[in-house]
């Protein structure tokens, strides 16, 4: 009898580990998961050149940035330049016209009228 509980015993054990053993569902659910991981690795390497491409685009756009904002700075100044250049190119005229105009009053004696001098007083004989 020792004999038939022994293979009793590993009856027992065998349909234990039989029962732990994953039945044709698990498998066919493994192959889901696996075909879903697939499917899911594809999208996110494609989700992933696409970032990729964005930052690089990013990237891009704050280096033209970058260079309009220089030029922006490189015109301020050659405008402000010439404003100044004209300001004082004005105010030269304006000095030069004051000069012609204190010169001339600053020559010579002053004379009114029929040309009689201001300053010195002439008698009348009669």
Same mark, same amino acid.
């Given at each position: 009898m020792d004999g038939s509980r022994e293979k009793e015993k590993l009856y027992v054990e065998l349909k234990h580990i039989l029962a732990r053993q994953p039945g044709p569902e698990a498998a066919e659910q493994l192959q889901i998961y696996r075909h879903t991981l697939r %499917?899911?690795? /594809? &999208? !996110? /390497?494609? !989700? @992933? @050149?696409?970032?990729?491409? +964005? %930052? @690089? &685009? @990013? &990237? %891009? +756009?704050? +280096?033209?940035i970058e260079r309009l904002g220089n030029e922006l700075v490189t015109l301020k100044k050659k405008y402000l330049a010439q404003k100044r250049k004209e300001l004082v190119q004005r105010n030269k005229n304006r000095v030069s016209m004051n000069n012609v105009f204190s010169e001339s009053k600053q020559s010579g004696p002053r004379f009114t009228g029929g040309g009689f001098p201001l300053n010195q007083t002439s008698k009348v004989k009669l």
């Open positions: %499917e899911r690795t /594809k &999208q !996110l /390497k494609v !989700l @992933s @050149s696409e970032l990729n491409m +964005y %930052e @690089s &685009q @990013s &990237q %891009e +756009y704050k +280096y033209e």
